[in-house]
C-alpha cells in the first residue's frame, strides 16, 4: 500500500500500530510529545513499555511537530484519554490537507464525558483552518497489546459515521495477524471499549482475592450489562455490546494476564495502595480516570451501574476490595430474577 | 435445614452438590448405578474424577435403588446427558410422594433434541405412577466443579416452570460460597448451559494454536452470538443468553483452566485424537455429545452456527483444527459489519 502514516503516541497501541503500518508497506512516522523519549525510541527501537518489542527499522520517529503532517493521508490517535485535547489543540493548527483519523484511545474525558473522537472532532472544529478536512474512525476490539507485539491474530472493527473511512481503516490495517471490520456504532464501539477497563479492574480484584473463575465470569456478565445499559442511554445499539468490540474486549481485558486494569485491579486487592502501583506502571491505566468519568455520565443519565459505583468507591473512597467485592457479589447478582 | 435430599450421580458437579448440601445441613443420600464406584467412594471418601475433594462423612453413599425416593423430598440429578433417559427409566417407577427434582446436567440428547429436563419429564410421563408429583427446576451458571470443590464463591441460576420449585432449589442450596438465583427461563438457561461447552472446546483448541487471548475472546463474542441465535430459535429469551447463565457460564467454560471441554479441545488441537482423550479422562466430555446435537437442532430449525459445524467438522469429519478454526476466524467474523 502506498502512503504515509502518523501515529500519534509512543505507548503500547502506538508502538504495535506503527508496526503493522510498517509490515502493511506504509510509510510510518510516529510521533511522541517527549523529545528524549523519541530519540531513545529512535535509537535504540524498544520501549519500556512493551518489553520484547522491537520497532521496525522503517518506523521514522520523531517528535517535531511540523513533521506529524507533512504529506501523510492518515493519522492514528493513540494518546491517553486525559492528555488528548492537550496533544490535539498543539497538532490542530499544524493540519494540512485531507486525513483520515483513526483513533485507538479508549476512556472517557473527565468533565466533558466526551469519547476519544469526540474529543478530537471538538479540538479540531475549534483549531484547524476550516478547509482542512478530515474522518473520523474508532478502531477497537479484543487487542492486548502484549499479544499484537507477538504478532498474534485479533479481530478488531474501525467504527465510523463514513463507511468510506472505516473501510480506509480496514484496508490500511490489512496484515496477516489482524482482521478489521466495519461498524456504523461509533458510540456504542467507543462507549464499550473505555467501559471494559472498569469492569477489568473489578476482575483482576477477584484474582487478587482469588475468588476464582467462576466468581470472574460472574462479574463480567453482571458488567456486560450494566455498560449496555450505559450505551444505550448515549444512543448505542445493544448489539453491539454483545460484538467483538463489546462482550470480545471485554473478556480479553478481564481474563489476559497482560492487561494493565486487570493488574491494577489485582495489586489492590493484594493491599497495594493506587499511588504505589500508578507510579510503578509505565503506562497510563485509563480504566482509573475512566471510572470518575464513568461515575459522573451515570449519574447525569440515571443509569444504575453498581460494580462502577463499587471500583469507584475503592478507587477515590477508600472502601477496601474485599468489602466491596463481597458486597458487590452479594447484592447485584439479585439483578438476574429479572431475567 | 431439615429434609432429606438424594443427588444421583457420582461425576464432579454430584459430588460438590453434596458437598454443598451436607454443609447445610440436609440429610444427603447419593446414589451412584455403579455398586463397585459406589462402594468405593463410601469408603475412601475420595473420587479420580475430582482429585483432592473430600465428601464429607454425612453424606450416605448407595448403589441400592430402593434408597432413592426413600423419604426423599428432594432429588438432585446429575447424571451426563446421555445416559439420563436410561437412568431415570430405571428411577420412574420407584418414585413415591412429592419430589422436587434439581437437574445440573448440561446437555442435549441426541436423537430427540431433549433438553435434560424435558428428557427427565419425558421418562417420568412414562414410567411414574400417575399419583406422584414433582417439580423440575434447572440449576446452571458458572460453575466448573474444581472451584466448587474448594468452595470458592459461585453464583447460579435455578430456573423453573414453577417459582415455588425454583425458591425450594434457593433454600437447599443456600451454604456460604453459592448464591442462587430464580430464573423463569427454563429453555434459555438449559440452552446456554448446553451449547457452552461447544464454544468451549472451540476455545480449546485456540489454546492448543497458542493464538492467545485476543483471539480466543472474539471466538467468545461470536460463540455467544450463535448459541443465542438458536436458543431464541428454540423459544428462549435473548437477555437470558447475557445473563450469569449465558455468558458468565461462558466465560469460565472458556477461561478456566480447568474446564473439561476446553482441555479436550486444547488437546485436540496439539495433535491428540479424539478417542485417545476421551478415553484419558474420568469424566464425560458433555460438548463432544452436545456437538452432534446441536448441529440436529441447527439444521431442524434453519440456524447458521458456523463455530458449532467446525468444531462438528473437527470432532467428527477428520477436518485439522488448525485449518478449521482459520477458516473460521476468516469467515465468521465477517458477521461483524451488520452490527
Given at each position: 500500500m502506498s502512503g504515509l502514516a502518523t501515529v500519534i503516541g509512543d505507548g503500547q497501541m502506538a508502538l504495535v500500530t506503527a508496526d503493522a503500518l510498517a509490515v502493511r508497506g506504509v510509510g510510518v512516522r510516529m510521533w511522541s510529545p517527549f523529545p528524549a523519549e523519541a530519540s531513545t525510541l529512535a535509537r535504540t527501537r524498544r520501549s519500556g513499555r512493551l518489553p520484547?518489542?522491537?520497532?521496525?527499522?522503517?518506523?521514522?520517529?520523531?517528535?517535531d511537530i511540523g513533521a506529524v503532517f507533512n504529506g501523510v493521508n492518515a493519522l492514528i490517535s493513540a494518546i491517553p484519554t486525559q492528555f488528548l485535547r492537550e496533544v490535539w489543540q498543539r497538532l490542530g493548527p499544524q493540519m494540512s490537507g485531507e486525513v483520515s483519523i483513526i483513533s485507538v484511545t479508549k476512556g472517557i474525558e473527565i468533565g466533558t464525558s466526551m469519547r476519544p473522537t469526540q474529543v478530537i472532532e471538538d479540538v479540531l472544529d475549534r483549531t484547524r483552518t476550516p478547509t482542512r478536512g478530515f474522518s473520523l474512525t474508532a478502531l477497537s476490539g479484543p487487542a492486548i497489546a502484549a499479544e499484537l507485539a507477538r504478532r498474534l491474530p485479533a479481530s478488531l472493527?474501525?467504527?465510523?459515521?463514513?463507511?468510506?473511512?472505516?473501510?480506509?481503516?480496514?484496508?490500511?490495517?490489512?496484515?496477516?495477524?489482524?482482521?478489521?471490520?466495519?461498524?456504523?456504532?461509533?458510540?456504542?464501539v467507543e462507549i464499550a471499549g473505555a467501559t471494559k477497563n472498569i469492569v477489568a479492574l473489578a476482575a483482576g480484584m477477584i484474582d487478587g482475592l482469588e475468588a476464582g473463575t467462576n466468581a470472574k465470569s460472574a462479574l463480567l456478565a453482571r458488567g456486560l450489562a450494566e455498560v449496555a445499559r450505559l450505551g444505550v442511554a448515549m444512543g448505542a445499539k445493544l448489539d453491539t455490546f454483545f460484538g467483538i468490540a463489546g462482550v470480545g474486549d471485554l473478556a480479553t481485558t478481564c481474563f489476559s494476564p497482560e492487561g494493565r486494569n486487570r493488574t491494577c485491579g489485582e495489586r489492590l486487592a493484594r493491599g497495594e495502595s493506587l499511588d504505589s502501583i500508578l507510579s510503578s506502571m509505565t503506562s497510563v491505566v485509563e480504566g482509573v480516570p475512566t471510572t470518575r468519568a464513568v461515575m459522573q455520565m451515570a449519574r447525569a443519565h440515571n443509569v444504575e451501574m453498581p460494580i462502577t459505583a463499587a471500583v469507584h468507591a475503592i478507587l477515590f473512597e477508600g472502601l477496601s476490595p474485599r468489602d466491596a467485592i463481597r458486597e458487590l457479589m452479594s447484592r447485584e447478582l439479585k439483578a438476574e430474577q429479572v431475567g
Open positions: 520484547g518489542f522491537e520497532l521496525p527499522a522503517a518506523v521514522d520517529v520523531t517528535s472493527v474501525a467504527a465510523s459515521k463514513s463507511d468510506t473511512a472505516a473501510q480506509f481503516a480496514q484496508d490500511l490495517l490489512r496484515v496477516p495477524w489482524l482482521r478489521v471490520y466495519r461498524h456504523s456504532d461509533v458510540i456504542g
